[in-house]
């Protein structure tokens, strides 16, 4: 029997739901095991050290997946999360802890379309920032989807134990480059490589780390005040203290309300390695990331939390298990209970669908879910039906707007090596392409024999022609494009494209035309000599 409204409004309440966005060797991974470790999931640190395992090159599909372990097959980590001071409530009254649902988005070099789908299946995102590195070029881009889509962001500077840019630095940076004003929640006590502690800027107080063998244990901390801290840390408090005054008078203290509008970013400093800064990265998101919300559907009605079930399809992932070639499908609960057996409407097909393997995944373990709530995710196997931005509801219809396509930045054509498997290419490149692995270009002067394939990643490429051979016995050849850019455009500017040189103009399957330049000068040049011709920049097509 399904749960109250009262039963899903209190789940919802505890529940926050995040994906850390980085560049790869940021401290990802290494991030995500110091959570786990603050939210005792495990007991000590360590095993995601040393990932050059992880790292290979293979073209089969299941060995990639096995060789790239944790960074491709990974999607949710739960854990629940008390925050400090609550942890010895009394037993008897009804003091729950949090719910953290922490939504892997496929990083290192597997960057993909799939990396971006991930940020429509959250609430909030970690943006993690290397302290010597400043921002780099997927963490930009990466933030460039959140702030479309308006989600809030917290940003952690990490591996504050090494050498860096002061905060101020990096404080200027990110404002400059980016256009989001950080307000840090506490600035460190310690220059970048000497990192002593934290000033919480909130309550004035000093929190002084130690550290622990290897950094394999939560690392200690004593709260101390100004004056203690001062006779403590000498210099390196008052310069704390005097970063933290210019902060208030720039007027970069943290605001709620501008945080959930995405204009400003609460900021913490950290050593994922050392733990230092992982347990007030947990605090900040229990207290000020958002709890799951509503979601408007495609006629802009809004499905609340505690409507029945509805969830959307954020990812789909095919052949994870060697065993069986299984396709798993991860959606997002929207609204409403979820229990495990229930039988919901796919609402692209108006199909019934049974949900009676529903799986939570992380890394290689896979577990029964029975009952989840708005704000988790649940793997739903041997989903053939499903396509990433499908809908499934119980009760009400409802549909939620397509997730749409993110600008592609490579460009293949890809043919069958043998023209006699025309067909099984023909039915291969369609089935992949609803699955959203790649999307599919086409025009009149290339035909259908050899469609051009646009992604956000070469990886994508490489899993499409493995899935080719292993699911449809179909050897294909792959040939690069020199063009590196998308733009969208209409029927009338496209003759003109088309003479251009160094463009050409496609349509996509979803109906939208495309015209690729080989780089962005020649972009630039194309503007200029026709500044009539429509070229929009492309992120989420359906937004
Ligand atoms: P990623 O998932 O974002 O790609 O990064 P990952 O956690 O794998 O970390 C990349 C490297 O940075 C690792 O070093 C890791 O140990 C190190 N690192 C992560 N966080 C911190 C931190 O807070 N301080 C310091 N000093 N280093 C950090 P590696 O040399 O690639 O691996 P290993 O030798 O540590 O195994």
Redesign the pocket.
């Known amino acids: 029997m399904s749960s109250s409204p009262d039963t899903v409004a209190r789940e919802v309440r505890r529940r926050r739901t995040f994906a850390i966005i980085?560049h790869?060797?940021?401290?990802?991974?290494?991030?995500t095991e110091a959570l786990a470790l603050h939210a005792r999931m495990i007991s000590e640190a360590g095993a995601?050290?040393?990932?050059a395992g992880r790292k290979a090159t293979v073209s089969d599909w299941m060995e990639m997946e096995k060789a790239r372990g944790i960074s491709v097959s990974s999607t949710a980590l739960q854990f629940n999360y008390t925050p400090t001071g609550l942890a010895n409530e009394d037993p008897g009254s009804d003091f729950e802890p949090n719910v953290i649902n922490l939504v892997d988005t496929p990083?290192?070099a597997d960057f993909s379309e799939d990396t971006y789908r991930v940020l429509t299946a959250v609430d909030a995102a970690v943006m993690l920032i290397d302290a010597a590195k400043g921002l780099e070029p997927q963490t930009l881009k990466l933030f460039q989807v959140c702030r479309h889509r308006g989600i809030p962001v917290i940003t952690v500077v990490?591996?504050w134990?090494?050498p860096g840019q002061t905060p101020l630095e990096l404080i200027d940076e990110i404002a400059e480059r980016i256009g989001l004003t950080p307000t840090p929640l506490y600035v460190p006590v310690g220059i970048a490589g000497d990192f002593r502690g934290l000033l919480d800027r909130r309550s004035g107080k000093y929190v002084k780390f130690s550290r622990t063998a290897g950094g394999a244990k939560i690392a200690p901390e004593e709260l101390l005040d100004a004056e203690q801290a001062a006779a403590a840390e000498g210099d390196a408090w008052t310069a704390a203290v005097e970063e933290s005054e210019l902060l208030s008078e720039m007027g970069q203290d943290h605001d709620q309300e501008l945080f959930l509008a995405g204009e400003t970013s609460p900021m913490i400093f950290?050593?994922?390695?050392?733990n230092f800064g992982v347990r007030q990265l947990l605090e900040a998101l229990v207290e000020l990331a958002p709890p799951p919300a509503g979601r408007e559907d495609v006629d802009g009605k809004v499905r609340e939390v505690t409507d029945p079930f509805a969830a959307v399809v954020f990812k789909v992932q095919a052949g994870m298990d060697s065993s069986h070639r299984d396709r798993l499908a991860y959606m997002r609960i929207v609204s409403g209970e979820f229990e495990r057996g229930m039988v919901v409407t796919h609402a692209q097909t108006d199909r019934p669908f049974a949900t009676k393997y529903a799986q939570a995944v992380f890394g290689r373990d896979r577990s029964t879910v029975d009952t989840a709530y708005p704000g988790d995710v649940v793997g739903l196997v041997n989903a053939t039906a499903l396509a990433p931005g499908d809908t499934l509801y119980d009760g009400p219809r409802v549909e939620f707007p397509p997730i749409g396509s993110f600008a592609p930045e490579h460009f293949a054509t890809l043919r069958a090596r043998s023209a006699g498997k025309y067909k099984q290419f023909r039915k291969a490149m369609d089935q992949l392409e609803s699955e959203g692995v790649v999307q599919v270009l086409r025009n009149d002067t290339r035909g259908d024999a050899s469609p051009v394939l646009a992604a956000v990643g070469p990886m994508q490429f490489e899993v499409v022609t493995a899935r080719m051979l292993a699911e449809f016995t179909v050897e294909t050849d792959l040939e690069p494009l020199g063009y590196s850019l998308a733009r969208r455009t209409d029927d009338d500017s496209s003759p003109e494209l088309d003479r251009q040189r160094g463009v050409e103009v496609f349509t996509r399957t979803d109906g939208a035309l495309l015209a690729l330049f080989s780089d962005k000068w020649r972009l630039q040049y194309i503007e200029k000599e026709h500044p009539d011709l429509t070229l929009e920049p492309l992120v989420a097509a359906a937004d």
Not at 48 to 51: P, Q
Not at 270 to 274: E, G, K, R, V
């Open positions: 980085s790869p060797d940021a401290g990802k991974s290494t991030m995601v050290h040393g990932k990083g290192h990490n591996k134990d090494r950290t050593s994922a390695m050392l």
